[in-house]
């Protein structure tokens, strides 16, 4: 540190003394402005800033970046709301950064840094503000800030630090692995000071006022929320993912390391541990989607980071980010994305060999040539990877308080910890634990090549104070590493009525309760956010009895097992109140050949929970990974079985292309006299399976097997990232519709999981020995986007088939009816694609208000269909009459039935909808971004079109409401993209996997 900041050090701590005694603290906040941020919403923006924290935020002040001229001219011309003010450059000090100069020029007593975007967290400047009033600190800092509209990431020393007040860099210098001012708090005197020092970037002015603060708090609580101005653009125009941007990164770099090249020793080796872990490692997989150029500029920062680095020094980065950087500096472009994508196989920790004295990292067969340079050395498990892992629980007993826990540390041998007790205002007592073995452990342990089963301990200490609810310490020591454990007794739930035990019989649940109140339960139910159960009555008056729940309901007029979910018990009395009922300790979940369901303890009573039916040790990493590596591989090297795998949309449905086909094998094998084994995978215990066909779930060992022995694989999307084509073994390719938006390789540039996806797709269409194309536009778009040169057959899409049935308006008249609908009802299909920028935490309807369609067309009934990729979110708008949430109805084909019109927007729907040839709308608000930035399209949607384009739900609206204009431009859509549909697709596919199956005997 410079020997000005120093000095400055006594003048802050005199001035924040001096602060903290009168009890000021006004705050000024400092905005760093970029171009993409600076819009409209600007004075809104800094608006919401003053509201959010009245009383403390004084000013808003507006900078534009560094060499943001169009920003700079944005900001000059704000006029925002009283305490906003826009600072151009113009009106700052000479200097290289203006947010370093703005954050001199504040009127409050401490200057908070954000950039424009981020969004301050509930409570989180009164927080800081606390903190700082409390011990008098120069700076506070946030516990955690997430990443929105980019790559979300913990901050480098939230596993190292926890809360502290008052305490020098040297106590917590994992924050300086964080240099940006945004979202740290700083008394205005220290940030002058430091910024006084010399010209700097942000970054090390930051680091100065951090090291020359008298007081550091650490706040244990988010403060910020994180947001890319740049994340609408497209990946290319991205600075994140230019070289030229990489060069800024690389100067930030080496400018903090230059800062703390004088400061104490743990404070440097902090940074240079948090860059390799937190900065290197991420531009790694940026490298990896922006191609070579960038991936110089990065080799050589991360070559020259390396060769400075203090002796010893990188065995302290864990095991990926050293893999990853070594790779970086030393290898070319494609072998650091191998690198990285062998990294991204095992989240769950690496595939390991014996070493000379310790464990090494198994390289990636991909990469013969990374031998050269992830030697053993680097290659090899270190102290920072042994990372120690533990979770106790408390429960008290006749005897005394036992404590029931699991600890490892990571790549080494189970062992027994060290366990010590501290009561509510006890003194410590050590308790000697004894070995637990429970297969459990595997899955809370997420360690996917150690089986950490034999992990678990148990220990009892004689009771020494009451079990009051209050806290305990529970210290665990392991292998010289220590964790600390606040746990609270697990205590007799105070409940009427006691969930005891659960047993499974057919589709049946039976839950034995205890009754412990002086009120007799009368029904009982299970409720959930997707279905529900009727109530059944409860026999039985006082004491134990067992309550039969089905575990089936009503999807859509038929039956189906209850989706999997969270589910209230609601337990009344004769008089219809609510009975509260709790969960007694230790109750086992139950499985059965379709589903699991555990009991839970929740607020305000017992929460049953539905899933997949694999226990907690086949549903661990461990147990995975053992399937995966080795049950497959076996299964997949011996006999064809006589099975045809169908899977749709990764088990989430048995319908569409792959379900179509399904039926066809159904009907002209049983002529043949073929004795196959149809099996649907299923990834959810409500998705039905046709009769005579048998579901296969997924991560089970029969789906495992199912993948290896199948004599022919039917699916519409990519395959698990592992699969590989058996020998003999027939994999039909029908993808999940007609293209508009790019796939595959057409995609272009992306980030680090699109180039992944892209690489296994490529991978997986070499084996792929035939694809089902609706027409010649499809069928060259499949040739470019997964370079598949096997046979197209050019047959129409399955799935489609029921649209031109015969019996389509007698089936339109059924799906109709199971959907209630009336005949007088205008059924409105809404089905939006996917958005990756949205995900599945949007309502539903996204851009469609069902409620203002609904109003403006007084005969609409709205049925709201979500991407599949929403199948698990709750049902919305339940018990609105004429807006139904028809996500999770089996197959959308008959939704397309049954629908009077379709509004969408880039789904594959509109090809398919043509068919019926009724009015469709595509409802696109947000075109540009969907077309230019995040996937482009294949054609010209203004000008080959189905129906209208509009931007508001008013429009469509004003659409359905009018003539059919558009019956011109669905007949030349048909023509140009349906050409092949004939309603016999779905036989031909099937004749052609019966032909292949029976040649191979």
Not at 63 to 85: L, M, S, Y
Not at 719 to 744: C, D, M, N, S
Request: aromatic fraction near 6%; charge should be neutral.
């Amino acid at each position: 540190m410079t020997e000005a900041v120093t000095a400055a050090s006594s003048v802050a701590r005199r001035l924040g003394r001096r602060l903290a005694r009168r009890g000021t603290g006004s705050v000024s906040a400092v905005v760093r402005v970029h171009v993409d941020a600076a819009d409209g919403s600007l004075d809104a923006y800094a608006g919401a800033l003053l509201a959010a924290a009245p009383g403390r935020l004084r000013e808003v002040l507006l900078v534009a970046a560094a060499g943001d001229p169009a920003a700079d001219d944005v900001v000059r011309r704000t006029r925002g709301p009283r305490g906003v003010r826009g600072v151009g450059a113009s009106d700052l000090p000479p200097g290289p950064d203006p947010w370093v100069a703005a954050g001199t020029q504040v009127r409050g007593d401490r200057v908070l840094f954000l950039e424009a975007g981020d969004e301050l967290a509930s409570g989180a400047l009164e927080a800081m503000c606390a903190a700082l009033d409390s011990a008098g600190g120069d700076v506070a800092v946030g516990m955690s800030q997430l990443g929105r509209g980019g790559p979300r990431r913990r901050p480098p020393w939230d596993a190292t630090t926890a809360a502290a007040r008052g305490v020098p860099l040297t106590r917590v210098p994992g924050v300086v692995a964080d240099p940006s001012p945004a979202g740290k708090l700083f008394r205005t005197a220290l940030w002058r000071h430091a910024a006084d020092a010399g010209p700097a970037p942000a970054e090390v002015v930051c680091v100065r006022a951090l090291g020359s603060a008298s007081a550091i708090d650490v706040v244990p609580q988010p403060v910020l929320e994180r947001h890319d101005p740049q994340a609408t653009r497209p990946v290319t125009e991205q600075d994140r993912f230019r070289a030229e941007g990489m060069r800024g990164r690389a100067a930030t770099w080496r400018a903090v390391t230059a800062e703390l090249a004088t400061a104490p020793h743990e404070v440097r080796d902090a940074w240079l541990v948090g860059l390799l872990t937190q900065h290197v490692w991420p531009a790694c997989h940026d490298a990896v989607a922006a191609g070579e150029a960038f991936a110089t500029v990065l080799g050589a920062a991360v070559r020259d980071l390396l060769a400075g680095l203090p002796p010893g020094l990188l065995a302290a980065v864990p095991l990926d980010a050293r893999l990853a950087a070594v790779a970086a500096a030393e290898a070319p472009w494609a072998e650091l994305a191998l690198v990285l994508d062998h990294l991204a196989d095992h989240p769950h920790g690496l595939p390991t060999d014996p070493g000379d004295g310790r464990p090494v990292a198994r390289l990636p067969e991909s990469v013969p040539a990374a031998a050269g340079y992830l030697t053993e050395e680097v290659r090899a498990v270190r102290e920072v990877d042994r990372v120690l892992r533990s979770r106790v629980t408390l429960h008290p007993t006749d005897a005394g308080v036992e404590v029931v826990g699991a600890a490892f540390v990571d790549h080494d041998p189970d062992a027994l910890p060290g366990l010590r007790l501290v009561p509510p205002d006890g003194e410590p007592a050590p308790v000697e634990p004894e070995r637990r073995v429970d297969p459990t452990i595997d899955e809370w342990a997420a360690r996917g090549h150690e089986d950490r089963s034999g992990s678990g301990f148990r220990a009892l200490l004689e009771r020494t104070a009451p079990l009051d609810g209050r806290p305990w310490t529970v210290v665990v020591e392991m292998a010289g590493r220590v964790d600390r454990h606040h746990v609270r007794p697990v205590l007799p739930p105070r409940a009427d009525v006691l969930v005891e035990h659960l047993d499974a019989a057919g589709d049946t649940l039976v839950v034995g309760l205890r009754v412990a109140g002086p009120r007799r339960p009368a029904t009982a139910r299970l409720v959930g956010g997707k279905a529900a159960t009727g109530p059944v009555a409860v026999p039985g008056s006082a004491g134990r009895t067992a309550v039969v729940l089905p575990l089936r309901h009503d999807l859509f007029g038929a039956p189906a097992l209850l989706p999997a979910g969270g589910y209230q018990l609601d337990v009344r009395a004769a008089d219809g109140s609510a009975l509260p009922v709790g969960v007694a300790p230790g109750v086992p979940e139950v499985v059965t050949d379709r589903l699991r369901v555990d009991a839970r303890p929740a607020p305000g009573g017992a929460r049953l929970v539905v899933g997949a039916p694999l226990d907690a040790a086949a549903r661990s990493a461990f147990a995975q990974r053992a399937l995966r590596e080795e049950a497959y591989p076996a299964a997949r090297l011996g006999a064809r079985s006589r099975t045809v795998l169908l899977e749709s949309f990764r088990g989430a449905s048995t319908g569409d292309n792959p379900g179509a086909v399904g039926r066809a094998l159904a009907e002209r094998s049983a002529a043949a006299g073929l004795d196959l084994d149809l099996a649907y995978v299923v990834d959810d215990p409500s998705v039905t399976v046709p009769d005579g066909a048998r579901a296969v779930v997924r991560r089970t060992a029969a789906w495992y097997d199912a993948l290896g022995t199948a004599a022919a694989y039917v699916s519409n999307a990519a395959a698990p990232y592992w699969f590989e084509k058996a020998p003999g073994q027939l994999h039909v390719q029908t993808w999940h519709g007609t293209p508009l938006k790019r796939i595959g390789e057409h995609r272009g540039a992306g980030d680090f999981a699109t180039w992944r996806h892209r690489r296994r797709l490529a991978a997986q269409a070499s084996g792929w020995d035939a694809m089902v194309s609706s027409g010649g536009y499809v069928s060259e778009i499949y040739r470019g986007a997964f370079g598949f040169t096997g046979p197209v057959l050019e047959v129409g899409y399955p799935r489609n088939d029921v649209l031109l049935s015969a019996e389509a308006e007698e089936l339109r008249a059924g799906v109709r009816g199971r959907l209630g609908l009336e005949p007088h009802d205008r059924a409105v299909l809404y089905a939006p694609t996917w958005r990756e920028y949205v995900g599945v935490r949007d309502p539903k309807p996204l851009y469609l208000d069902a409620e203002l369609l609904t109003a403006a067309l007084p005969d609409a009934v709205v049925l709201l269909r979500g991407h599949y990729n929403s199948v698990r979110q709750d049902d919305v708008f339940v018990g609105r009459p004429r807006i139904r949430d028809v996500t999770r109805y089996p197959d959308i084909a008959d939704l397309f039935l049954a629908a009077d019109a379709l509004v969408t927007d880039y789904s594959s729907v509109m090809f398919d909808f043509a068919l019926t040839d009724r009015p469709q709308v595509l409802l696109v608000p947000d075109l540009e971004r969907y077309r230019d930035v995040e996937r482009g399209f294949y054609l010209d949607l203004e000008r080959q079109r189905p129906g209208p384009l509009v931007r508001t739900t008013a429009e469509v609206a004003e659409v359905l409401a009018g003539p059919d204009r558009h019956a011109a431009e669905r007949t030349a859509f048909r023509r140009d993209f349906c050409p092949l549909e004939d309603g016999r697709a779905s036989a031909r596919v099937a004749d052609f996997v019966l032909e292949r199956v029976r040649s191979m005997g």
